[in-house]
């Protein structure tokens, strides 16, 4: 399974960016993915995570409200809308897949890398003020 992320970049406190995840390799459709972000120095963060239909649908506190999980199952691609984005959400983002037929039931367990069996390699966000 690969995972390729991109649509990070460069941008001002308050606007907005979209990130995709495009996935191959196994049915996309079964997996549960997620979005973890590292910032340098930082654990790596649970930022949201969606069931394979969009019916269970997780974010990390600090994101709520702001940014959005989505996916089209016949793209193989899940998106992370980002918007009213602030410095402190410089980070490289890395979207993740698990097989796993049970989703995760919490937060808890959505938000653990533990649950995640393949990771893509990243995408850079940087936020200025």
């Known amino acids: 399974v690969q995972l390729q992320a991109s649509g990070g970049g460069a941008v001002q406190a308050g606007a907005s960016l979209k990130l995709s995840c495009a996935v191959s390799?196994?049915?996309?459709?079964?997996?549960?993915m997620g979005w973890f972000r590292q910032a340098p120095g930082k654990e790596r963060e649970f930022v949201a995570g969606?069931?394979?239909?969009?019916?269970?649908?997780y974010y990390g506190n600090s994101v709520k409200g702001r940014f959005t999980i989505s996916r089209v199952n016949a793209n193989s691609t899940v998106y992370l809308q980002m918007n009213a984005l602030k410095p402190e959400d410089t980070a490289v983002y890395y979207c993740?897949?698990?097989?796993?037929?049970?989703?995760?039931?919490?937060?808890?367990?959505?938000?653990?890398?533990?649950?995640?069996?393949?990771w893509g390699q990243g995408t850079q966000v940087t936020v200025s003020s």
């Open positions: 993740a897949a698990s097989p796993r037929i049970r989703t995760p039931g919490s937060v808890v367990v959505a938000g653990s890398k533990r649950y995640y069996d393949y």
């Open positions: 969606i069931a394979w239909n969009g019916g269970s649908i």
């Open positions: 390799g196994r049915t996309f459709s079964t997996f549960f």
